[in-house]
């Protein structure tokens, strides 16, 4: 199936006006449920993020709970320690630059690239294309567990692209240029609900016909 059918048809299905499942009220909390949500369900992470980001929704407020009283809040998350310490680790950086209000922080300007991002304690090339792509919607393909099992199934990846950044790279070559800010939100809301790792459901999925996965199911 070529890319420039998916991302004509696919998007047709879904709600293009929500960027990301994850709870967040911010740009400093949006960057920490990306953080919660490494191998963990964006379901599971919404779990607790509404309660913890109403007590600590800015750098400040975070350091204030401390490393002990974000774990209260975060421990149902897989690996809740590291979590908890890359997030006090980049609340301590951000805390160097400028401050907005609690209810309303965005990252500084100085860290609207990815490699600047990537500087900051638990934020991976993942976490920052992710973040890039949501709230500035710049075209960084974010490949999380969706993303890399569809680029599979679809062949627009090969075996030997075993790792996201492998995969990104052979995304960012196939996939035409205009759909690269959609390809995020798109594959992982189809791999989610349509395109299911264990059981399709090819005939509600939209592009079906052009579809030639191996695991087909119509």
């Not at 004509?8 to 299905?13: A, D, F, H, N, S």
């Not at 890359?86 to 209810?103: A, F, H, P, Q, T």
Request: include cysteine; glycine fraction near 4%; hydrophobic fraction near 40%.
């Amino acid at each position: 199936m070529k890319p420039e059918i998916y991302f004509r048809e696919v998007p047709k299905t879904i709600n293009m006006g929500i960027r990301s499942e994850l709870y967040s009220t911010n740009e400093f909390t949006f960057a920490v449920a990306v953080i919660l949500s490494a191998q963990a369900t964006d379901k599971k992470v919404n779990e607790v993020t509404p309660e913890l980001f109403r007590v600590a929704p800015s750098p400040a407020k975070m350091l204030a709970l401390g490393e002990d009283g974000i774990k209260k809040y975060i421990r149902v998350i897989s690996f809740f320690n590291n979590k908890a310490r890359s997030i006090i680790g980049l609340s301590v950086r951000l805390m160097d630059e400028k401050n907005n209000s609690d209810e309303n922080y965005k990252f500084p300007k100085k860290f609207h690239n990815r490699d600047a991002l990537m500087k900051l304690p638990g934020i991976g090339q993942k976490t920052a294309n992710v973040v890039m792509n949501v709230l500035w919607d710049a075209p960084n393909i974010g490949v999380d567990t969706h993303v890399f099992r569809l680029s599979h199934r679809f062949g627009w990846a090969e075996d030997s692209d075993n790792t996201p950044e492998k995969v990104e790279e052979k995304l960012i070559k196939k996939i035409p240029k205009k759909y690269h800010s959609m390809v995020n939100h798109v594959m992982v809301l189809h791999g989610r609900y349509i395109c299911k790792a264990l059981k399709p459901k090819c005939a509600e999925c939209p592009v079906a016909r052009w579809c030639n996965a191996l695991d087909k199911t119509i």
